[in-house]
């Protein structure tokens, strides 16, 4: 089984709908990442999360919020989408203490009329 | 402000020739660098790591090369395969950005058979 999951692999919405990507793993990292990668672009930082109770803006926070239920599981929500919030969403983990190469998902892949 | 960028976007090579992928950083503050091959459909993978107190590590037909001098580091794929296709993206962090990775573009390698 993979050790960094995300639901769903594929998703089409409409303007002004509220999504909710899910992010799930079982290498038992505390550090848990969203990222949005846009055709030919390299990945921009949307949300952090060092451990539970901390929850980090990125580069591009606005439009996106997120949750961090629990260590293994870290969801990414567009409250209103818009079109140019189609893209390819990663979730990543990494394990800290000096130890930050990401280990990533399979990814999401939005698509907003 | 800080960048990651590599030179080139793409690169084409013959089967079992040698690539090399540069990378060019801003931030002399920079200590840890990550290069992930990403294959299409697939989230970014960890190919090998070099800390800022090395200047050449080698991994299994890869090796990075870092220059802190001129702030460039480089991968160089030996005896390239058809299963070396992807796109390739170094990665820089450093302390004072509390660990987080900043990403670049990203090379799309291509292998002619």
């Known amino acids: 089984d993979a050790d960094v999951t995300q639901t769903p692999r594929n998703r089409i919405t409409k303007t002004g709908k509220r999504i909710m990507l899910e992010c799930s793993q079982t290498?038992?990292?505390?550090?848990m990442y969203w990222y949005r990668q846009d055709p030919g672009l390299g990945l921009q930082l949307i949300y952090y999360s060092f451990d539970v109770k901390d929850i980090n803006k990125g580069e591009i926070s606005d439009g996106y919020s997120v949750s961090r239920q629990a260590q293994a599981k870290f969801s990414l929500s567009l409250e209103s989408a818009i079109p140019n919030q189609t893209a390819l969403y990663f979730c990543a983990t990494s394990e800290g203490q000096g130890r930050e190469t990401q280990y990533f998902g399979p990814g999401t892949r939005l698509l907003v009329l | 402000g800080e960048s990651v960028g590599l030179h080139l976007p793409t690169l084409s090579v013959q089967e079992g020739d040698n690539s090399i992928i540069n990378c060019a950083y801003s931030?002399?503050?920079?200590?840890?660098f990550i290069w992930y091959k990403q294959e299409s459909g697939k989230g970014p993978q960890f190919i090998i790591d070099?800390?800022?107190?090395?200047d050449k590590r080698q991994g299994q037909r890869v090796t990075v090369l870092l220059n802190k001098t001129v702030k460039h580091l480089s991968l160089q794929i030996a005896a390239t395969q058809p299963g070396d296709s992807a796109v390739y993206f170094c990665?820089?962090?450093?302390?004072?950005?509390?660990?987080?990775?900043?990403f670049g573009d990203g090379t799309t390698l291509t292998v002619k058979p």
């Open positions: 290498k038992g990292h505390d550090r």
């Open positions: 990665a820089e962090n450093r302390r004072s950005n509390a660990g987080k990775s900043t």
């Open positions: 070099i800390r800022s107190n090395m």
């Open positions: 931030n002399s503050a920079s200590d840890y």
